[in-house]
């Protein structure tokens, strides 16, 4: 059985080390010491070393939204793998959709990073997710496929299990619009069938596939009931406590009634 995991992308928020505190301080407190749900945490950098003080003693993990692959060298603005363990992360955000497409993050860029990942052993959650254009063009399927080959290429069966896949429609991120549970299980269910072809039934029962993409306390509880999708990545919804509560809380629920 897959634990949920839900996590919260606080991205380029709040905007001090005092509100990033604050908010982490709600949330530690807001889930207590429950474990029935995973959840996680992704400020900005530089606020990683000030949550992970707020957050000790608490199950909630600690994510960056971004490494480097390399351990060390002339790589200006970037951080690795080992400097985001050595602050306390015990999760990445990779290849996120305003990466991928604001930043010319590509398939490669992401493998690359997801590797480094692993080697340091941190939590990976990997990004896919297709864009309003492709889904009206009928190529979600095409584009998944590329990117998830792409991103999760050379990975053992093995390696695969410890990745989180997050499924993010980029036209669903930030925008209000929700896939309906239906769309978003039909791709979660056509996710779970590739990690089945490529890497074995067995891996492809253990691996976490999130849902993203406005996910609120309102509409929570319909998207992780499907039988595929196995948590949430949060966005707009993670920067208060409490709507983000509303939806570890709905997590909750799901996993009481036996998923
Ligand atoms: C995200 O940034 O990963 C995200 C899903 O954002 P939002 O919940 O605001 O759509």
Not at 26 to 48: C, I, M, Q, R, S
Not at 78 to 100: F, K
Not at 215 to 231: Q, T, Y
């Amino acid at each position: 059985m897959r634990a949920l995991l839900i996590a919260g992308n606080w991205k380029l928020n709040p905007t001090s080390t005092e509100a990033a505190a604050a908010l982490a301080e709600g949330v530690k407190n807001g889930l207590g010491t429950a474990t029935d749900v995973h959840v996680a945490v992704a400020p900005p950098f530089v606020f990683l070393t000030k949550v992970d003080q707020v957050l000790a003693g608490s199950p909630i993990g600690l994510a960056a939204q971004d490494l480097h692959w390399e351990p060390s060298g002339a790589f200006t603005g970037e951080i690795s793998a080992a400097m985001l363990v050595d602050v306390g992360c015990t999760h990445v955000i990779i290849g996120h959709s305003e990466r991928r497409h604001g930043m010319g993050e590509t398939d490669a860029r992401v493998n690359a990073k997801l590797k480094a990942a692993l080697a340091a052993k941190l939590i990976p959650i990997v990004c896919v997710g297709e864009t309003k254009e492709e889904r009206l063009a009928e190529k979600t399927e095409d584009v998944l496929l590329a990117q998830l080959s792409g991103s999760l290429a050379g990975l053992t069966a093995e390696e695969a299990a410890g990745v989180v896949l997050a499924y993010e429609p980029v036209w669903a991120i930030g925008t209000g619009l929700t896939a309906t549970p239906e769309q978003a299980q039909a791709v979660h269910a056509f996710i779970r069938k590739w990690l089945a072809e490529t890497f074995g039934e067995a891996t492809a029962g253990r691996v976490v596939v999130q849902y993203g993409g406005s996910v609120k306390p309102a509409n929570a509880a319909e998207l992780l009931a499907c039988p595929d999708i196995d948590g949430a990545l949060v966005g707009g919804a993670a920067l208060k406590a409490d709507d983000f509560l509303g939806i570890v809380q709905a997590g909750r629920d799901v996993a009481a009634r036996g998923k």
